[in-house]
């Protein structure tokens, strides 16, 4: 297994420590960093050892990472243990899950909408100002995703 370098964990801290910033785990920050900088798939154990942490934390926080889809899991054939890498599309993942929240977002504002009574006109604006930014966030994503998955073919056509 590749030993981090000062560099690359240093780049591990403070990728816990944006994390942290927005209310987020810091270890799971770390163990992103980690997958990230590895250049094979790795084990609960192998990350726990690298990072210095429990290898029940780095579990927890993996099974939230493959909830979102950030990270694949593997097993080579004959291998008990699983393998934890990066996905190669996490990125256009996370626009998959924004546009899921974007969506949820307008059904409860829809649901909103439908409680206030006719009689509250500033209640009625903001449902609906809640239910038209969700509309506009879902098509930007879906741009956005768009942008993002030409700009990606033209990296990994260029990548050596």
């Not at 579990?59 to 889809?69: C, Y």
């Not at 930007?140 to 995703?145: I, K």
């Given at each position: 297994m590749h030993r981090l370098s000062d560099a690359e964990q240093a780049f591990v801290e403070n990728q816990g420590l944006f994390f942290e910033r927005f209310g987020l785990p810091r270890i799971g920050g770390?163990?992103?960093?980690?997958?990230?900088?590895?250049?094979?798939?790795?084990t609960l154990d192998q990350i726990a050892a690298s990072l210095k942490v429990s290898k029940a934390s780095v579990?927890?926080?993996?099974?939230?990472?493959?909830?979102?889809?950030l990270v694949d899991v593997t097993s080579p054939l004959g291998e008990r243990k699983s393998y934890y890498q990066w996905s190669p599309q996490a990125w256009e993942r996370r626009y998959d899950l924004a546009a899921m929240v974007a969506r949820l977002a307008r059904a409860v504002a829809e649901q909103g909408l439908a409680a206030i009574s006719s009689d509250c006109p500033l209640a009625r604006t903001r449902m609906e100002e809640a239910i038209a930014f969700a509309d506009y966030m879902q098509g930007?994503?879906?741009?956005?995703?768009a942008g993002w998955l030409q700009r990606l073919a033209q990296l990994r056509e260029n990548a050596p």
């Open positions: 770390r163990i992103l960093a980690h997958l990230l900088l590895a250049e094979e798939p790795l579990s927890t926080n993996m099974r939230h990472f493959q909830d979102l889809r930007e994503l879906e741009r956005a995703r």
